[in-house]
């Protein structure tokens, strides 16, 4: 039977996944940079430096919003939901989102294709900060209910 334990050993798994994904992206860029500067003339006219740059430079908010995203899913699997330090991570993971939207939009000036990467992590910035807030509320109810007497 699917559970709420079984639901965060999935998402924490599917987060490791990605960080390995992440990962062998950072090492295979090189590969991949060049596959795609011999068959598009676009690529080949950017040059293989700005797509490095756009790699290297978006795995660091990507790492940063994996390892916090994981850190979150732990915290909530010992039962720490509605807490400061998860609307910090909410926080933390949207503004890695808004990251994101920067480098492929701007990414996007170079290469077109860079466009759809660049508004998905603008469209995620919005909908982490809406759960965010709703977090935030919660937290704040809860400690007034903790104070009333």
């Known amino acids: 039977m699917w559970n709420d334990n079984r639901s965060l050993v999935l998402s924490k798994i599917c987060v490791i996944v ?7 992206a950072a090492i295979l860029a090189p590969n991949l940079i060049a596959r795609l500067i011999t068959i598009s003339s676009n690529a080949r006219e950017a040059g293989a430096g700005l797509f490095f740059a756009t ?5 660091i908010p990507a790492a940063a919003l994996l390892l916090s995203m994981y850190m979150l899913l732990r ?4 039962g720490d939901v509605f807490v400061k330090e998860n609307v910090s991570s909410l926080r933390f993971i949207s503004w890695c989102f808004f990251a994101g939207a920067l480098i492929g939009t701007a990414s996007a000036i170079y290469f077109i ?3 759809p990467i660049g508004i998905a992590a603008a469209f995620m910035y919005l909908v982490v900060r809406v ?9 704040s109810l809860q400690d007034d209910a903790d104070y009333t007497i």
């Not at 790699?55 to 795995?59: E, L, Q």
């Not at 915290?75 to 010992?78: E, K, N, P, T, V």
């Open 18 to 24: 990605f960080m390995v994904l992440l990962i062998t």
């Open 55 to 59: 790699i290297y430079i978006g795995s």
């Open 75 to 78: 915290r909530i699997s010992i």
């Open 113 to 115: 294709a860079w466009l």
């Open 131 to 139: 759960i965010k807030n709703i977090i935030a509320k919660a937290v």
